[in-house]
């Protein structure tokens, strides 16, 4: 059963295979965040479009992480479960040795906005 | 009949160039600076010095939900100021061309800007005016993104300086070098 979940995920360019990068720290002040937006939902729509801009190339069009861009599913409760903060500074911050670049050039709340639905993906 | 025809003697250039690009984040503010060195190996001058910064915005920092190209998050306003610094043979500032120009860019697409900046003069050295038309395309390469010219975020683009002292001080427009994509 686990090898046909996994062949399936395989097909469908998801990432089953996605290990966390253990090195990549958020710092505490960062991680303890609040996103601002988190009381307007309605503004998860532009975050939907800001990832289709900029993050659907390695993340996949629903999020669902690419294996050879070494992506996560962002539906995996080992992302959802980190904090709001701890994605808005991942986002913010590239981590090279993974790919995934900066997105500093964003402004701050179409940052959090991207992070607004990436919890929409749970 | 028998002199050589400038524009039609062909006449290659080979020159060096590099620029040290910062730049960072302030709020929604992006902060740019670049220094510049090039160097002309087709003529006997030394290695000639140029500076540019600039600041831009985009309009709007929450992007709406609508698929709009003309909404205010699609444009970024700034303002960029740039010239000559002299060379290895005069640095300095004297005799220099310097202009500042505002800057409107508009993601035309999700590949695609379109840049318009007029350039003004600052000095009796310089052009009085130019403007600056510049459509960045970008595009994915066996899995790094790449552009046909730099992040314009980053680099403060197609400087017309001239380091050197020369009397002329014409706008020399420099292409951008491909760079990824955020830094």
Known sequence: MLALCCLAAHLLGQNPNYQPDVNWHAPTEAASRPNPLSSRPEVAAGGRKLFIRNCVECQGKDGAGIEKEHSAALQLP????????????????????????????????????????????? | MSSHNALLTPEHDHELESKLILSSDYHDWNIS?????????????GVEFGYAFGASRPLATLATGANCRFCRENFILGAEMYGGLGSTLGFGVHDTAHYIAPVLSWMVSDNS???????????????????????????????????????????????????????????????????????
């Not at chain 1, 790919?99 to 749970?122: A, C, D, N």
């Not at chain 2, 600076?33 to 001058?45: D, G, T, V």
């Open chain 2, 113 to 183: 800007n379109l840049r318009f900046s007029p350039g003004f003069a600052l000095t009796h050295e310089s052009n009085s005016v130019f403007f600056v038309l510049d459509i960045p395309m970008k595009s994915r390469i066996s899995g790094a993104e790449s552009r046909n010219s730099s992040d314009g975020n980053r680099e403060v683009d197609h400087l017309p300086w001239d380091g050197s002292r020369r009397d002329h001080a014409g706008p020399l427009l420099f292409g951008r070098t491909p760079a990824g994509a955020e830094s």
């Open chain 2, 33 to 45: 600076e670049n220094f510049i060195a090039a160097k002309n190996f087709s003529q006997s001058e």
């Open chain 1, 78 to 122: 080992i992302v959802q479960q980190q904090s709001d903060g701890v994605l808005f500074w991942k986002i913010t911050n590239e981590n090279t040795g993974r790919g995934m670049p900066s997105f500093s050039k964003l402004p701050e709340l179409q940052r959090w906005q991207i992070v607004l639905y990436i919890r929409t993906l749970k």
